[in-house]
């Protein structure tokens, strides 16, 4: 059974540093890893979507990657800013026999950027 | 404007009273689910639909229905929540294959 894990799960670093992310899975089978970023009282907002055959993807400050071998996929964030602040949450899509499809997902990194 | 929209965002409740979260999405997209979200537990799904009248369990789907009778529509329903049922809920959409997900802005439920 798929298991995500992300570690640490709270990070606070000053303004300004780069920063990485992490999240592993048990399961090479997936079919893409997805990031994502929630802030308090809101909804989930879609950051990254790497499909399984893609090594990276990049949006402005934001690059993740995938290793499906070491079941490692990580987030890096450029130049953080107070405005970085969330709790980043990864997930992998697995596909089913019957051609469903489901999210699993890890318990998330909780980001404090320090101005 | 492309969203999914969860209605009510805030619900306190007591033990045994049915309830229902409506969901709404207009992007057209086929596939919808429901999930909870527990501190320390991550994001586990409720159920979810493919498409009109087909819906299937998810990891948690224990003491909720759900129906799918519009494409736009994917209410949830507690029909004797519990206190174990007090979690913040999201809804999300997306396009059939394992795309983008959408999310609503989620429910924040508290059953006395």
């Known amino acids: 059974k798929q298991e995500v894990t992300q570690i640490p799960a709270a990070l606070s670093v000053p303004e300004g540093e780069n920063l990485v992310l992490n999240c592993s899975f048990t399961?090479?089978?997936?079919?893409?890893l997805q990031w994502f970023r929630q802030d308090p009282g809101k909804g989930l907002t879609s950051l990254l979507l790497i499909q399984s055959s893609q090594r990276e993807q990049t949006s402005g400050r934001l690059n993740a990657s995938l290793d499906k071998s070491s079941g490692r996929s990580t987030l890096y964030i450029a130049a953080s800013q107070p405005g970085d602040s969330a709790t980043y949450l990864c997930a992998a899509a697995v596909l089913h026999m019957d051609s469903n499809y489901q999210l699993i997902w890890g318990a998330g990194t909780k980001l404090i950027i320090k101005p | 404007e492309a969203q999914v929209t969860q209605n009510p965002r805030y619900l306190i409740t007591v033990t045994g009273k049915k309830l229902t979260v409506t969901c709404s999405q207009n992007m057209n997209h086929e596939y919808m689910s429901w999930y909870r979200q527990d501190p320390g537990l991550g994001l586990r799904q409720i159920y979810y639909s493919m498409n009109v009248e087909v819906t299937d369990k998810g990891d948690v789907p224990e003491g909720y229905k759900v129906s799918r009778k519009e494409k736009r529509n994917f209410p949830l329903i507690l029909e004797s929540p519990s206190p174990n049922q007090t979690s913040l809920y999201f809804c999300?959409?997306?396009?059939?294959?394992?795309?983008?997900?959408?999310f609503g802005p989620g429910t924040r439920l508290t059953v006395l």
């Open positions: 399961d090479s089978a997936i079919y893409n």
């Open positions: 999300a959409s997306s396009l059939p294959s394992p795309d983008t997900q959408y």
